[in-house]
């Protein structure tokens, strides 16, 4: 008896979540978002692993962040973070970055990697038409590249 009761009280929830996150995603003026569900991404080679997180999935600032991890056993960390990335879109947007918080040296580094909101034309990388975003950390651990993506959905 308990448990009739009780079904329709969830599915009630249910319902009521699904509603009211449709309505924040339809809202006019909002921004694009990316990373989806889990927008953590990992990558490891040459006994370094990087793990990257976006930081402000919204494109409504300055800048776009993220909190950069390196963890290594094998050798140094010792390079400007910031001038080994690059932040570039499908439609052809391509960035450097701006700025690195998380120092140098060392086997563990974590830290913010910042890149400007907008290309060198003034347009947002984060616009319409734009599907999917791509931060590129060169010559880490041997690796050329270190490729971490995230779809972009309005």
Do not use: K, Y
Request: glycine share 12%; with cysteine.
């Amino acid at each position: 008896m308990r448990l009739r009761c009780f079904l329709p009280l969830v599915g009630g929830l249910v319902l009521a979540l699904a509603a009211c996150q449709a309505a924040q995603g339809s809202a006019p003026g909002n921004n694009p978002t990316w990373g989806g569900a889990d927008p953590m991404r990992v990558h490891e080679s040459g006994g370094v692993r990087i793990t990257v997180i976006p930081l402000n999935q919204r494109a409504s600032g300055d800048t776009l962040d993220f909190e950069v991890m390196l963890d290594t056993h094998t050798g140094d960390l010792d390079f400007d973070l910031a001038a080994l990335a690059i932040l570039r879109t499908d439609q052809g947007q391509e960035v450097n970055a701006l700025a690195w918080d998380g120092g140098r040296g060392g086997h563990h580094l974590r830290g913010r990697l910042s890149f400007p909101s907008r290309d060198l034309t003034g347009l947002p990388l984060l616009r319409a038409g734009v599907r999917t975003l791509e931060l590129v950390l060169r010559d880490i651990g041997g690796s050329p590249e270190h490729r971490f993506q995230w779809e972009v959905s309005p």
